[in-house]
């Protein structure tokens, strides 16, 4: 059964990248969402098996989106895509259950290492 990808961001071009380097490696169920508010929706319609979550987005930041659907679906599996690299954002997301994350700019092998990892 294949495996469905809700990807998080703002940004377009960051979704589309995302997209195209989750299409090949076989991974084709992907649905996308451009707010925290728009994740949490998403997360509830098609109960994904990965979120793939920015931290920066307009109307609700993906930390409190990251927490809303933790408080939903505690075994959410959900791996942070942020260009911050600050230790202290990528600590508290680890504290708050996020599984692991991905720096921007990112390489299609590292995406697909940590898309692995979290899937296993």
Not at 17 to 29: D, F, P, S, V
Not at 41 to 53: G, H, S, T
Not at 81 to 102: N, P, Q, R, T, Y
């Amino acid at each position: 059964m294949a495996k469905t990808i809700l990807i998080a961001d703002d940004a377009l071009f960051t979704r589309m990248m995302l997209r195209n380097i989750l299409n090949e490696n076989g991974y084709t169920a992907v649905v996308e969402a451009e707010t925290g508010t728009e994740a949490i929706w998403a997360y509830n319609r098609w109960k994904p098996d990965l979120v793939i979550m920015d931290i920066n987005m307009p109307e609700m930041d993906g930390m409190t989106a990251v927490r809303n659907i933790l408080a939903l679906d505690p075994q959410a599996r959900i791996i942070i895509c942020s260009a911050l690299g600050e230790k202290h954002l990528m600590l508290e997301a680890l504290e708050a259950g996020v599984k692991d994350f991905i720096t921007k700019p990112f390489q299609p092998a590292k995406v697909m290492e940590v898309v692995r990892k979290v899937l296993s």
